[in-house]
């Protein structure tokens, strides 16, 4: 059975940074893309990052480019998002999705497994 489980959410000042992680279990992580979304409250789920296979390739939705970075260590199994320069808009629950194949995507439709998701809250 896959399983994604997210961590490092939590309450942040705007301007502050915090380190999301997503542990994969049951499947080979190291062969599939994967990605962040997130989902403000009231709005639609939203894509923010995502990585291929090996790390070489990445995309960011642009309100996030230069300020978050997505990577992961496919020796841990784990996918990781580093937030920087938090603005209250990036207040969300984040989540981890695994992909079908071992490019990136920017769709949901490119994801078959998904986290729980980790509440980031940014305060003015």
């Known amino acids: 059975q896959v399983r994604l489980v997210e961590s490092g959410g939590g309450l942040v000042q705007a301007g502050g940074s915090l380190r999301l992680s997503c542990a994969v279990s049951?499947?080979?992580?190291?062969?599939?893309?994967m990605g962040w979304f997130r989902q403000a409250p009231g709005k639609e789920r939203e894509f923010v990052a995502t990585?291929?296979?090996?790390?070489?390739?990445?995309y960011y939705t642009d309100s996030v480019k230069g300020r978050f970075a997505i990577s992961r260590n496919n020796a841990k199994n784990t996918l990781y998002l580093q937030m920087n320069s938090l603005e209250p808009e990036d207040t969300a629950v984040y989540y981890c999705a695994a992909g079908y194949y071992t490019g990136t995507s920017r769709t949901e439709t490119g994801y078959g497994y998904w986290g729980q998701g980790t509440l980031v809250t940014v305060s003015s």
């Open positions: 049951g499947r080979t992580f190291s062969t599939y893309g």
């Open positions: 990585i291929n296979w090996s790390g070489s390739s990445t």
